[in-house]
């Protein structure tokens, strides 16, 4: 039995005062359809939570209103925050999206990614850093003709769309910061080897460094994984030496939040004593306390236009599509918290 109390495509159509035809082109991102109207259509959307038929939508399209997110990450803050923003756009859009896990077999993994393309039909897949980088898989989507928006990809980046931010720049910025605030004894937590962007995060820290004349010790470089435990082992390396480091960089939020419970056990004060820095700004950054100064990267942001992308279909023939229109690189932000303060010990 039908709930009487789900809204219609009629009854938007009559609250917007446009026809169903035109509420049927804004939910399929027709791009014939205004900036006004579509506003006017979503905003009723929204104020009925009108979700469409997906069987019917499928009938009367050669969508299939599914899209498929592939990720391998072990930072759970991260992928929590960007499924959260995902899931939320695709339920504006009228989208379903199914998520799958990439196993550590990777033919296993193309496995899945085939089985998910033959059951769902998905009209686009977002690939997570370091599944973005992953030839395989995208050699199985291209075959299939699926097309794929990449989250800061480090490779190939003319073979799809792909949105990123400046993570080298970021990472300097955030370096040169603490060197403004007096540290000259800081040490860094390097993220997983398996993405490009723990990379270009370490050559930032490096190059700051170098830029204002600090020659660091290798003892003040960690190789960390973007998990908490990795950041756990790599504090308690960092914090036993005789010539502690005043402030440390970690890699992403788990990490950061790692060293503090390290530093916190050892009686270390926080940030009197050491100052802690992380990157991504997940909520984790501000559960822990002190809470973490870090970079904000626009993950939600990323979700959210990823699956723009896809859900219009801007993107389905490449040979129209410039190398500069495959690019979208969103700005980042420095967020000074309680974690980091100017060094009061030189």
Known sequence: MADPKRARIQDVAEQAGVSMMTVSRVLNQDKKVSDKTREKVMAVVEHLNYRPNVSARRL???????????????????????????????????????????HTDIDKTIESVKQLIDVTQVDGMILLPPMCDNEQVLDVLTKANVPFVRITPDT????????????????FDVTEHLIKQGHSKIAHIIGDTKQGVSRLRYQG?????????????????????????????????LLSLDDKPTAIFA????????????????????????????????????????????????????????????????????????????????????????????????
């Not at 592939?70 to 992928?79: A, G, W």
């Not at 980046?157 to 970021?170: G, K």
């Not at 490096?206 to 950041?231: C, M, V, W």
């Open 60 to 102: 009367a399209s050669t969508k299939s209103f599914f899209l498929g997110l592939l990720y391998d990450n072990p930072s759970d803050s991260y992928i929590s925050q960007f499924l959260l923003a995902a899931l939320k756009k695709c339920r504006a859009l009228g989208y379903h999206l199914v998520v799958d896990e990439a």
């Open 156 to 171: 190939k980046l003319n073979r799809s769309p792909y949105i990123c931010m400046d993570d080298y720049q970021a990472a």
């Open 205 to 237: 820290y490096l190059d700051a460094l170098r830029s204002n004349k600090i020659i660091t010790p290798p003892e003040y470089i960690e190789q960390g994984s973007f998990t908490y435990q990795s950041g756990m082992e790599a504090a308690i390396k």
């Open 251 to 346: 890699a992403n939020d788990d990490m950061a939040a790692a060293v503090i419970s390290i530093a916190q056990k050892q009686g270390i004060n926080i940030p009197s004593e050491l100052s802690v820095v992380g990157f991504d700004d997940t909520q984790l950054a501000t559960i822990v306390w002190p809470n973490i100064s870090t970079v904000k990267q626009p993950i939600n942001e990323m979700a959210e236009l990823a699956i723009t992308m896809l859900a219009s279909g801007q993107y389905n023939d490449l040979s129209k599509v410039t190398s500069l229109d495959l690019r979208h690189i969103l700005d980042f932000e420095l967020i000074e918290r309680d974690s980091s303060s100017a060094n009061k010990n030189n």
